[in-house]
């Protein structure tokens, strides 16, 4: 089973593909950010969001989408963008026929940590010690979207 | 010139395609009501939403998209469907390297009526009298897609 987890961005997205195999553990396949150009323009940086999506399920082959509902919004503009953002990537997925998964922000927390209010640094955390990550240094939105990945197979294992 | 019209929405979008021939009045190609059905996951009702506006470019071949900008949101779960329902035309667009312009509601009623406040039944009145429409009746998100079409034309006159 394989899964594409995104932490949905307007400059940045964080985009993870994990895997479980049958009696095995949760593995990283791949994780990235992908950063959006404010050089570029508004239908352009959404253009890339697609692009970058498309060429990560083309390669990985996911088979469902988990993605993180927008939730308590401070800035109104950026969450438009953010939604924008989100729009495109359930349309990519929609055009593939994957089911999608989407989870708020408190039940990633709670899935991973068994906390509501835990803060970025205990996500990291335990993000670490629940699954096998390729080496390397990931940034704040590659942890989210493993994350949100890891709540993804927590919930189908019990439905 | 022709130019894709919509006023962007979650379960009624207005899509209009509008053409101005050198010299020439301004006419309107074609204008519908698209809807996506309750029934749908969200992520199909994004599709059906991306494959109507994909279906009426291929068809019409508009040079540049007008749209509506999002603004003084009310409701903000609804707020958040039409943002991502933006999302997935904009991805259209810019997958076609058409130009994109976009317009506050309150450009668009100055534009047309020439009063910031005027309601909907005022724009309506002044659509009938300013372009050339085809037969038949129309819903208020056609007029609505209508009215942004002409305040682009206004806009490309200017520049």
Do not use: W
């Not at 150009?37 to 390669?59: F, M, N, Q, T, Y």
């Amino acid at each position: 089973m394989r899964i594409l987890a995104i932490d949905p961005g307007y400059e940045r997205l964080g985009i993870a593909v994990l895997e479980k195999k049958l009696r095995g553990k949760e593995e990283v396949v791949f994780s990235s950010c992908l950063r959006t150009s404010k050089e570029e323009e508004h239908s352009k940086r959404l253009e890339a969001i697609g692009k970058g999506v498309a060429d990560v399920i083309a390669k990985y082959k996911p088979e469902v989408l988990a993605i993180e509902k927008l939730f308590l919004v401070t800035n109104h503009k950026t969450a438009m963008a953010v939604a924008e953002a989100r729009g495109v990537i359930l349309h990519e997925a929609a055009k593939r026929n994957m089911p999608v998964r989407e989870f708020t922000p408190l039940q990633v927390k709670i899935a991973v940590t068994g906390y509501g209010r835990s803060d970025k640094t205990q996500v990291t955390a335990m993000v670490e010690r629940l699954i096998q990550l390729p080496a390397g240094k990931r940034l704040d939105d590659e942890y989210d979207a493993i994350a949100i990945g890891l709540t993804c197979f927590a919930t189908l294992r019990v439905t």
